[in-house]
């Protein structure tokens, strides 16, 4: 069993690269959401009343919106169509508390028409949660078997893990429709005004690059683990 399976070898500039692209992500949403949370909305709306004036106004009343504690841990959640609100989104009356509530609000509305990227991410939900968890194991065993049966476990990992990059990928569409339909629906409401608009399209596009970091980071760990991995049976 070769030793670099246990220590350093050089993929791991791979797993470097894609934790450093994430953490940038990640600072980057959280300076710009601080930053323009500074700036109150001239309608003076809460970001669950937002949430709540453009729901109906897209016809839609069966959608509950909550309060949920944390930081920028706001979410849509289909299976029991609630619209989750964080501390500094729910009560707050900020560009950038208006933009986040509207930016789940168009994730409701994805729902109810159907929108076929959400569908693919929700169908895939499972597989990919399955995948995120069973790939390494199934790594490590494969690896304490002879060539045959342990290239059988190895490349099974690397499928299950194929799936988490999908949905990663997947991910990727929905997210940006969501904002695209966040900013449409703030100005067509009246919500906010085009200064504003600026404003809130800096944190959603701040936010949008989170999830182009994710996917980065899960394709780079998938090409680590096919070169580490992937030739096995041809050693």
């Known amino acids: 069993m070769p030793f670099y399976y246990y220590y350093w070898d050089n993929t791991y500039i791979l797993v470097l690269i894609g934790a450093v692209i994430c953490m940038i992500a990640s600072a980057r949403v959280r300076t ?3 930053k323009y ?5 001239m309608s003076g709306l809460t970001g669950a009343q937002a949430a709540e004036r453009i729901l109906r106004a897209a016809g839609i009343y069966d959608v509950e919106i909550r309060h949920v504690s944390g930081n920028l841990t706001d979410h849509y959640n289909p299976g029991n169509k609630t619209l989750n609100l964080s501390d500094s989104v729910y009560n707050a009356t900020s560009v950038a508390a208006v933009g986040v509530a ?8 994805q729902h109810q028409q159907s929108y076929a990227p959400l569908n693919i991410r929700s169908a895939i939900v499972p597989v990919a949660n399955l995948g995120s968890t069973l790939a390494w194991p199934l790594i490590i065993i494969g690896l304490f078997f002879n060539r045959s049966v342990g290239t059988m476990f190895i490349n099974a990992g690397i499928l299950f893990f194929t ?3 999908l949905f990663q990928l997947v991910t990727l569409p929905v997210e940006f429709n969501a904002s695209k339909r966040a900013m449409h ?8 005004g085009q200064e504003e608009l600026k404003y809130t399209g800096k944190v959603l596009g701040a936010a949008a690059l989170t999830y182009v970091a994710s996917a980065a980071a899960a394709i780079l760990q998938l090409l680590r683990l096919v070169l580490l ?3 096995r049976d041809r050693d």
């Not at 949370?37 to 909305?41: A, D, F, G, N, P």
């Not at 629906?185 to 906010?192: K, P, R, S």
């Open 229 to 231: 991995f992937g030739g």
């Open 163 to 165: 799936f988490a990059v």
């Open 185 to 192: 629906l703030l100005e067509t409401q009246g919500i906010l």
């Open 37 to 41: 949370s500074q700036y109150r909305s």
């Open 32 to 34: 710009t959401f601080n």
């Open 102 to 109: 509207a930016h789940e609000c168009g994730h409701a509305i």
